[in-house]
Antibody, heavy 118, light 107 residues
Framework: EVQLQQSGPELVKPGASVKMSCKAS????????MKWVKQSHGKSLEWIGD????????FYNQKFKGKATLTVDKSSSTAYMQLNSLTSEDSAVYYC???????????WGQGTTLTVSS | DIQMTQSPASLSVSVGETVTITCRAS??????LAWYQQKQGKSPQLLVY???NLADGVPSRFSGSGSGTQYSLKINSLQSEDFGSYYC?????????FGGGTKLEIK
């Protein structure tokens, strides 16, 4: 059974950075892209970027370049996303999702809620 | 960027009814389209990929159709567990973008 277990909620101050994790199980981690998505409260979904866990190649939505940094640790089948220079606009739920055979999102983590507040 | 426009934005329906949600792309996406269901407070779940293929475990009352720029998700004989929000997403070139969503509510 494919599972993506994301790290817990974060409360951080404006200007700070945060790093959240997504631990994969139930499939070969290096065989599929890991994708990250932002969902602001009550809003639709925004693709942040993809990472190829096999070689670390990353592909970002231009909107999130400089804001998000995607990395992986193959030894623990864990993907990470770091968000920098946080503002209230970054408050949202962030999902990791496994890429399918094409660039759809076939399994999703439970989400990490980020709140940026002083 | 390819824009995905969903309609309607919301829909109030009764159990047992049939509903159709549409998604229009701003350019031809060659059936590179997926549909997701999201229940309140939960993560999205894949329903349909490549416009017409049901994901594993998705009931047969769901079906996807369309081509070019126009796509639809049809739900036959709505069940109580089908209420929630639905999103389309294209995967024809980055950035992958999602529609604004359709909220399906109980009448």
């Amino acid at each position: 059974e494919v599972q993506l277990q994301q790290s817990g909620p974060e409360l951080v101050k404006p200007g700070a950075s945060v790093k959240m994790s997504c631990k994969a199980s139930g499939y070969t981690f290096t065989d599929y892209y890991m994708k990250w998505v932002k969902q602001s409260h009550g809003k639709s979904l925004e693709w942040i970027g993809d990472i190829n866990p096999n070689n670390g190649d990353t592909f970002y939505n231009q909107k999130f370049k400089g804001k998000a940094t995607l990395t992986v640790d193959k030894s623990s089948s864990t993907a990470y996303m770091q968000l920098n220079s946080l503002t209230s606009e970054d408050s949202a739920v962030y999902y990791c999702a496994k890429g399918g055979n094409y660039d759809y999102f076939d399994y999703w983590g439970q989400g990490t809620t980020l709140t940026v507040s002083s | 960027d390819i824009q995905m426009t969903q309609s309607p934005a919301s829909l109030s329906v009764s159990v047992g009814e049939t509903v159709t949600i549409t998604c229009r792309a701003s350019e031809n996406i060659y059936s590179n389209l997926a549909w997701y269901q999201q229940k309140q407070g939960k993560s999205p779940q894949l329903l349909v990929y490549a416009a017409t293929n049901l994901a594993d475990g998705v009931p047969s009352r769901f079906s996807g159709s369309g081509s070019g720029t126009q796509y639809s998700l049809k739900i036959n004989s709505l069940q109580s567990e089908d209420f929630g929000s639905y999103y389309c997403q294209h995967f024809w070139g980055t950035p992958w973008t999602f529609g604004g969503g359709t909220k399906l509510e109980i009448k």
